[in-house]
């Protein structure tokens, strides 16, 4: 009987360890058949780039997008390389007239598919000439206007490079009109270009009474100097620079006497004056291996010319921190840094093949940045510390109301149509105004080296977020949203840390050498 019961009992365990081992082969057949069911309903295709119905001014473009990694893609039959987060990029050739494009992506049983038609216009079809109109039949006849907006854009030919913006109320020569823009006269061999849109025509007139400055003087700071130039109206400035020398032109202005500049803080060596027809020069020689910053405002009819000294490392900001066993002054420290996260809100800047828009790596990249700086004890303003949209103008605008030593615009980079996403990639750095390249330099060789895209350079731009002169200003461009290598690191945020380190070495390095 008792014997009976054990084989009752060993049986009944057998059955249950069956049971489970059922069980257990149950569940993992469910597990597999749901994860493929969660697979299969993931399987989907999205083109961010080109939209459909484009009209493309290239022979080629290139379609960004995603679809699941194991899926067969293919453009008008053309085999095309998924990468493992889905991702995909492909240059694409185009004929003139209207192109039919079929995207296909295949997984298993599943396809799905998009079409396309994109336009290249002919190129016959071409602008019209533009055509110059004077305003006045009489030679040499000018008209009088007013500017009636702040720093306003002057141009050495229409719509072409910028020169130093002219200030509200200043009465100027224009004498010819053409694509918008009329032409201004500052002297016989300065011609310039300003917005209609800028100036307030005023009458005719055959000549404007000389600006006459009355006296000057050089005013000292701790962290900067003004020259003052009292003038009896405004007039048209123009700044150039080049390491540590700055030339300042007053346009139609005349000096009533030749000055020799004496007792001039040791941050200058010299300042000489030249008086020409037509404008008054000031050449500046500044004891300082660069310049820091610069710009000028009217106080009344009062210039000033501001020019900021290098940035310093005070006595209570000195502090010392173990690196590789050596120690090492702390020049971050006390710093104003205005980190600006490029695009937000309504702008979301170029996409990656996965939907990710650029606004949101900016904005990852410059949060990192500014926890690292502040670490260092620098103090950093973010232009945006969300996804808000902001005015391009008002972006520099914060970096000058602070006061900032730099501003560092963080940008992820695209391409236009018929450039090769596979060939243009990497790294770049922005500046346009020549104090600037010891910044882009030093943040260009930083960062290409801590994350190792390929270098790129420092590119002359004019941007609006490297036109400021105060403060110094750089505009970094960490890689390419649409190559996909690039793109799959970009939106990684133990890179997007990286990145950050790699900017924050070149900043460090740029005040460790300003002097």
């Not at 701790?222 to 150039?240: C, H, R, S």
């Amino acid at each position: 009987m008792l014997q009976n019961i054990k084989k009752q009992a060993n049986r009944g365990r057998l059955m249950k360890k069956y049971i489970n081992i059922f069980a257990s082969i149950l569940f993992i057949f469910v597990f597999f058949l749901i994860q493929n069911i969660i697979f299969a309903d993931n399987f989907d295709l999205r083109v961010v780039y080109p939209s459909n119905g484009a009209t493309v001014n290239a022979s080629s473009t290139f379609f960004v997008g995603a679809t699941h990694p194991d899926a067969v893609l293919t453009i008008n039959q053309i085999p095309v390389k998924v990468y493992s987060n889905g991702s995909f990029v492909q240059v694409f050739d185009l004929k003139k007239g209207a192109n039919k494009i079929i995207v296909k992506s295949v997984l298993n049983d599943k396809e799905k598919e998009i079409s396309y038609t994109l336009f290249v216009p002919n190129n016959s079809e071409g602008s019209k000439p533009i055509t110059e109109k004077a305003l006045s039949n009489e030679a040499f006849q000018y008209f009088t206007a007013k500017v009636i907006k702040d720093d306003a854009p002057i141009r050495k030919t229409p719509g072409g490079d910028r020169l130093t913006p002219i200030k509200k109320d200043t009465v100027i020569y224009i004498d010819m009109e053409k694509n918008g823009h009329y032409r201004v006269k500052f002297a016989e061999d300065k011609l310039v270009w300003i917005s209609k849109n800028d100036v307030e025509v005023l009458n005719v007139s055959e000549s404007l009474p000389p600006v006459i400055c009355k006296k000057m003087k050089v005013i000292n700071y701790p962290d900067k100097v003004i020259i003052k130039a009292f003038l009896d109206n405004k007039t048209p400035v123009e700044i150039t620079e080049k390491n540590n020398l700055i030339n300042i032109d007053l346009f139609n202005t005349i000096s009533l006497k030749k000055r020799k500049f004496k007792k001039l803080p040791c941050f200058i060596n010299e300042i000489k004056q030249e008086q020409t027809t037509g404008k008054l020069s000031l050449s500046v020689d500044l004891n300082a291996k660069n310049l820091y910053g610069y710009d000028y405002f009217y106080e009344g009819n009062v210039l000033n010319i501001l020019l900021k000294k290098p940035p310093q490392i005070h006595p209570h900001y000195r502090k010392f921190k173990l690196k590789n066993n050596e120690c090492k002054l702390n020049v971050l420290n006390g710093k104003i840094i205005t980190i600006d996260a490029g695009h937000g809100g309504k702008e979301s800047g170029s996409v990656g093949p996965t939907g990710v828009p650029e606004k949101d790596v900016n904005l990852a990249i410059a949060y990192y940045l500014k926890e690292i700086l502040e670490k260092e004890g620098a103090k950093v303003i973010l232009t945006r510390e969300k996804d808000d949209f902001l005015g391009l103008y008002e972006r520099p605008e914060i970096a000058k109301c602070h006061n900032s030593d730099i501003l560092v615009s963080i940008h992820n980079n695209a391409l236009p149509d018929g450039q090769d996403p596979y060939i243009t990639h990497g790294t770049s750095t922005y500046y346009y105004q020549n104090q600037a390249i010891p910044l882009a330099e030093a943040v260009q060789a930083s960062l290409v080296k801590k994350i190792g895209f390929k270098d790129l350079g420092i590119i002359k731009e004019s941007f609006v977020l490297t036109r400021p002169s105060n403060p110094v200003s750089v505009l970094v461009e960490v890689g390419f949203m649409i190559n996909p290598f690039e793109y799959e690191k970009l939106i990684d945020s133990q890179f997007q840390k990286q990145a950050a380190e790699g900017i924050k070495d070149g900043i460090e390095k740029y005040f460790a050498e300003a002097k």
